[in-house]
């Protein structure tokens, strides 16, 4: 779950962040260019956000079963 939610917040922060920095963000001068690539690999390293998602559903045990008719 902190996985998750770790890759969401960096996200959420390098988009604010270069949403602030403008052009000037996506400059190799600008540190935030490498944050902001960094964090979309640690996302995608960890595992996509559906895949870690179906594991912390499958861990607390809400994923739907089979129906029974």
């Given amino acids: 779950m902190a996985k998750l939610k770790a ?9 604010s962040c270069l949403q602030y920095w ?4 996506y400059m190799w001068d600008n540190p ?3 944050a902001f690539r960094d964090v979309r690999l640690v996302s995608i390293g960890g595992g996509a956000d ?3 998602l179906g594991i912390i559903c499958k861990m607390m045990g809400t994923l739907p079963g089979k129906q029974r008719d």
């Fill in 22 to 25: 403008g052009g000037m963000g």
């Fill in 32 to 34: 935030l260019s490498r």
């Fill in 50 to 52: 559906e895949i870690m």
């Fill in 7 to 15: 890759g969401r917040l960096g996200r959420e922060v390098t988009d």
